[in-house]
């Protein structure tokens, strides 16, 4: 069974996260994931802690298996959310969007394993000398906010640069993007794209079938003018918001146009003025499937693939 030293690390079976996900990333998909081996990740989103409350607490009733929490550290309702993660006792996080360091010496007081995203070497060392124990490093493949870093360019420098366990994110969707990432130095990986296709996930069926119907050049990025580049399938938002961008409307204006569309993308399901987040990876996701089965099905493909390239012999 492929096993690795995140494995151990975390108290689980499977080298596989499901990223945080906001909006989707609930208790319903987290559990079915922690219970299928692998680990669930609850996206806090900017919900307030209440939600989040309820969520860890749902979540804590179908898994007793080690389960995360991401926390973008620009929402509003940061210090909250983080005081109600230290309350509920939450063993794992993963923190995006700005800084962890403020907040590290409290989750070490609480014992939990931090590990922040990243998507550069120099956050990568900067991370690893504040005390981190492992991290997502995320290329601009990815759904969501993005870097500029391709997974592939980016793994191997960032296991180069650090000694803590590396998790690879950004296009990767099957067994073969996972035994690519254990060859560039990775100890697992993180999916966002294909976990949204699974049965559990809460999306709404309409943004489940856009992605089944992407090719390999569905997704775009918007948000450059921003500096908070964004990665979704293309569609009338997506154009609109690139037209605004181009007409050199201010910073706030374009917060407020995008206000609410991830919401009525992924739950609601408006298919044309909601934000569908997606990467790259989509035009490869052709079913929707149990988590179990997708973790699974990675796992055996890997270790096909593993297996059989040490009789590689070039053919
Ligand atoms: C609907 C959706 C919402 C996401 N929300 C977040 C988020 O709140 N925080 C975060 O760190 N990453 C977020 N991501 C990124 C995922 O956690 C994951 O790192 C990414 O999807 C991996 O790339 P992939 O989609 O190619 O598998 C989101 C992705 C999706 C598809």
Same mark, same amino acid.
């Not at 030293?5 to 909006?23: E, K």
């Not at 509003?76 to 993963?94: C, Q, S, Y």
């Not at 990876?281 to 997708?294: E, R």
């Given at each position: 069974? =492929? $096993?690795?030293?995140?494995?151990? =690390?975390?108290?689980? *079976?499977?080298?596989?996260?499901?990223?945080?996900?906001?909006?989707?990333?609930?208790?319903?998909?987290?559990?079915?994931?922690?219970?299928?081996?692998? =680990?669930?990740?609850?996206?806090?989103? /900017? /919900?307030?802690?209440?939600?989040?409350?309820? *969520?860890?607490? +749902?979540?804590?009733?179908?898994?007793?298996?080690?389960?995360?929490?991401?926390?973008?550290?620009?929402?509003?309702?940061?210090?909250?959310?983080?005081?109600?993660?230290?309350?509920?006792?939450?063993?794992?996080?993963?923190?995006?969007?700005?800084?962890? $360091?403020? /907040?590290?010496?409290?989750?070490?007081?609480?014992?939990?394993?931090?590990?922040?995203?990243?998507? !550069?070497?120099?956050?990568?060392?900067?991370?690893?000398?504040?005390?981190?124990?492992?991290?997502? #490093?995320?290329? @601009?493949?990815?759904?969501?906010?993005?870097?500029?870093?391709? !997974?592939?360019?980016?793994?191997?420098?960032?296991?180069?640069?650090?000694?803590?366990?590396?998790?690879?994110?950004?296009?990767?969707?099957?067994? $073969?993007?996972?035994?690519? #990432?254990?060859?560039?130095?990775? $100890?697992?990986?993180? @999916?966002?794209?294909?976990?949204?296709?699974?049965?559990?996930?809460?999306?709404?069926?309409?943004?489940?079938?856009?992605?089944?119907?992407?090719?390999?050049?569905?997704?775009?990025?918007?948000?450059?003018?921003?500096?908070?580049? +964004?990665?979704?399938?293309?569609?009338?938002?997506?154009?609109? /918001?690139?037209?605004?961008?181009?007409?050199?409307?201010?910073?706030?204006? +374009?917060?407020?146009?995008?206000?609410?569309?991830?919401?009525?993308?992924?739950?609601?399901?408006d298919t044309e003025e909601g934000s569908l987040l997606a990467g790259q990876i989509a035009g490869m996701i052709n079913d929707i499937k149990p988590v179990k089965n997708i973790i699974d099905e990675v796992i055996a493909q890997a270790e096909k693939i593993i297996d059989s390239l040490r009789d590689y012999k070039g053919r």
């Amino acid at each position: 069974m =492929l $096993r690795t030293v995140i494995c151990d =690390l975390l108290g689980i *079976q499977h080298p596989v996260f499901q990223g945080g996900m906001a909006h989707v990333g609930t208790a319903e998909l987290v559990s079915a994931v922690s219970n299928a081996g692998g =680990l669930g990740i609850i996206g806090c989103g /900017y /919900y307030e802690a209440d939600w989040v409350r309820n *969520q860890i607490g +749902l979540t804590k009733q179908k898994t007793a298996k080690p389960f995360g929490i991401n926390v973008p550290l620009t929402s509003p309702h940061t210090k909250e959310v983080i005081d109600v993660i230290l309350r509920e006792g939450v063993a794992i996080i993963t923190t995006g969007a700005a800084d962890p $360091r403020p /907040y590290i010496p409290s989750f070490k007081q609480a014992g939990m394993k931090i590990i922040p995203v990243i998507s !550069t070497v120099s956050a990568a060392k900067h991370m690893e000398e504040a005390g981190v124990d492992a991290l997502v #490093a995320e290329g @601009m493949e990815s759904a969501g906010h993005i870097g500029e870093i391709t !997974t592939m360019a980016l793994i191997p420098q960032v296991v180069d640069a650090v000694k803590i366990p590396v998790i690879a994110a950004g296009g990767i969707a099957d067994g $073969r993007g996972l035994a690519a #990432a254990l060859a560039l130095g990775a $100890r697992g990986i993180q @999916m966002g794209t294909r976990f949204v296709c699974s049965t559990e996930c809460i999306a709404h069926q309409r943004y489940k079938q856009k992605i089944l119907e992407a090719d390999d050049h569905a997704t775009t990025v918007t948000g450059q003018t921003t500096g908070l580049p +964004l990665r979704a399938l293309k569609n009338s938002l997506t154009e609109q /918001y690139a037209a605004l961008e181009q007409a050199g409307i201010t910073k706030e204006e +374009l917060n407020l146009f995008g206000e609410g569309r991830m919401y009525l993308g992924l739950i609601e399901g408006d298919t044309e003025e909601g934000s569908l987040l997606a990467g790259q990876i989509a035009g490869m996701i052709n079913d929707i499937k149990p988590v179990k089965n997708i973790i699974d099905e990675v796992i055996a493909q890997a270790e096909k693939i593993i297996d059989s390239l040490r009789d590689y012999k070039g053919r």
